[in-house]
Nanobody, 120 residues
Framework: QVQLVESGGGLVQPGGTLKLSCKGSGTDISAYSMGWARQAPGKQRELVAVINTRNEPTYASTMQGRFTITRDTDQWTMVHLQMNTLTPEDTAVYYC?????????????WGPGTQVTVSS
């Protein structure tokens, strides 16, 4: 199975920036698409962005333009989320996830999450 661990969360002022990172490990991690989702208090978890094994990003429509997902292409084990112009509405727990290739019987793997708080 794949293990994912996020880092980089914290408190940031409105208008500020923050970069999250996720380290993946385990069998065939380089074959996984990796991405980020977030869950604000009292709300459902929502997709932020995903990047596939061809290094092609896809963003939720509300995130595009402020958030950028990248993946280290040396070993394909790290994925990052650069977040700009943050607002209090971006406050949430941010989760890294990994999706196995379609041929695999494995299910999506999740990291434990990292808290992002946008407040003055």
């Amino acid at each position: 199975q794949v293990q994912l661990v996020e880092s980089g969360g914290g408190l940031v002022q409105p208008g500020g920036t923050l970069k999250l990172s996720c380290k993946g490990s385990g069998t065939d991690i380089s074959a996984y698409s990796m991405g980020w989702a977030r869950q604000a208090p009292g709300k459902q978890r929502e997709l932020v962005a995903v990047i596939n094994t061809r290094n092609e990003p896809t963003y939720a429509s509300t995130m595009q333009g402020r958030f950028t997902i990248t993946r280290d292409t040396d070993q394909w084990t790290m994925v990052h989320l650069q977040m700009n112009t943050l607002t209090p509405e971006d406050t949430a727990v941010y989760y890294c996830f990994g999706d196995p290739p379609p041929s695999s019987s494995r299910t999506r793997a999740w990291g434990p999450g990292t808290q992002v708080t946008v407040s003055s």
